[in-house]
Structures are given as structure tokens and as C-alpha cells.
């Protein structure tokens, strides 16, 4: 499976923006899709996920509210609505995407993914 994130940029506080993720592959329905972020000098973080069928969805607490994952099987593209963002917000976000269970112990621990896309930079002014 290859990804590519894209739909990244410079927005004010407040703004919404929407990131997506393209894969490549004939089983994109078997994967849980992620969604992680890394801000300039800190870890990368778990910041959304879905399920293969898009039935079931997480998000980070620092998000909850504001961001919104959804996937289109068909299109093979993953989508991570991103409303009322913040200065915080500010990082690269990465797409990934693992084949197997729906288990938070493993949608949240970047570690589980096989396959990562190459980043897209989202950064909030104040």
C-alpha cells in the first residue's frame, strides 16, 4: 500500500481545513487508517483513526470535537476534517494504514502501522 497525504497549509485560528489521504492497493477496505501528527521538536502523535468499513472512528482527546475522520473506499481516500483549529494544531500531519483488528491498544500506537504516507505540513497562526 502506498499513501499520499495532502491538503496541508497556513490557516489562521479558527479556520477549517481538510486533509486527505490517497492509497494505492486493491484491499484499502482491510486496513485501519490513521492519523498522526508531529510538531517541531515533540513525538509524533495519535490524532484520529477509522476503522476499514469507516463504521467506527477515535480521536485523540485534543481533538475530539473539532476533527473528523471519514474514509471513501471506493476512492481508496481517507479524509481528516479539521475544524476550529488551533496554534497547537500546528505539525505535519502523516496517513497510515495497518491490516487488521480494530483494537485501540493498536489504532493509537503509531508502531502498528506498516505503511505511512510522506507527510503534509499544517500550520495555524494566531
Known amino acids: 500500500v502506498q499513501l499520499q497525504a495532502y491538503g496541508g497549509g497556513l490557516v489562521q485560528a479558527g479556520d477549517s481545513l481538510r486533509l486527505s489521504c490517497a492509497a494505492s492497493g486493491r484491499t484499502f477496505s482491510n486496513y485501519v487508517m490513521g492519523w498522526f501528527r508531529q510538531a517541531p521538536g515533540k513525538e509524533r502523535e495519535f490524532v484520529a483513526a477509522?476503522?476499514?468499513?469507516?463504521?467506527?472512528?477515535d480521536y485523540a482527546d485534543s481533538v475530539k470535537g473539532r476533527f473528523s475522520v471519514s474514509r471513501d473506499n471506493l476512492k481508496f481516500t481517507v479524509y481528516l476534517q479539521m475544524n476550529s483549529l488551533k496554534p497547537g494544531d500546528t505539525a505535519v500531519y502523516y496517513c497510515?494504514?495497518?491490516?487488521?483488528?480494530?483494537?485501540?491498544?493498536?489504532?493509537?500506537?503509531?508502531?502498528?502501522?506498516?505503511?505511512w504516507g510522506q507527510g503534509t505540513q499544517v500550520t495555524v497562526s494566531s
Open positions: 477509522v476503522s476499514g468499513g469507516g463504521l467506527s472512528t
Open positions: 497510515a494504514a495497518y491490516r487488521g483488528l480494530w483494537s485501540s491498544s493498536r489504532y493509537r500506537d503509531g508502531h502498528e502501522y506498516d505503511y
